[in-house]
Structures are given as C-alpha cells and as structure tokens.
C-alpha cells in the first residue's frame, strides 16, 4: 500500500488515504462490511474504500478522524492485507 499526504479540515479532522491491491479491497472490507466497521469502531476513525480502481489495480481507502485515529485505522489496514 502507498500513501499520500493527510490534509486537515475546518473541524480539525485529518484526512490520509492510501491505496491497496484491487484484491484486498474485499478482505478489508469483510463480509457484510464486518472488517471495515470493526476498524472504524476500534480506531475511531471513518474508513471509506473507493468503488473505483485507480492507477493499476488499487483502490483508495481514505481514512478520516484524528491524527491518533488515523494512525490506529492504518495500522489495522496493514496488518489486515500483511495477514492475507
């Protein structure tokens, strides 16, 4: 997965998104969302995984929140895609 720069909003959010394998889009996501929505919940942070390829076979997966749960919500990414 590779990263881009986060970026703040007015309400002091940050927002960062990375890009995954096509392949994993599914396994992050989980059956029924079940991965995605316990990700969310444990960090804190909103985890949103774009329907749409973007360069090669990667999806985007952008990640909003706090700097803190930003940081919890990537790790739980990688280590969810590194299991795989």
Known sequence: S???PRRGDARGAERHVIHVQSE?????IGKG???INTLC?????SIN????????????????GTKEA????VK???EIIERE
């Open 70 to 73: 930003i940081d919890k919500a």
């Open 41 to 45: 919940r444990d960090s804190g942070a």
């Open 2 to 4: 590779r990263s881009e």
């Open 24 to 28: 994993m889009a599914g396994v992050l």
């Open 49 to 64: 995984v774009s329907r749409d390829e973007a360069q090669g076979n990667e999806r985007a997966v952008t990640i909003r």
């Open 76 to 78: 739980g990414i990688e």
């Open 33 to 35: 969302g079940d991965t």
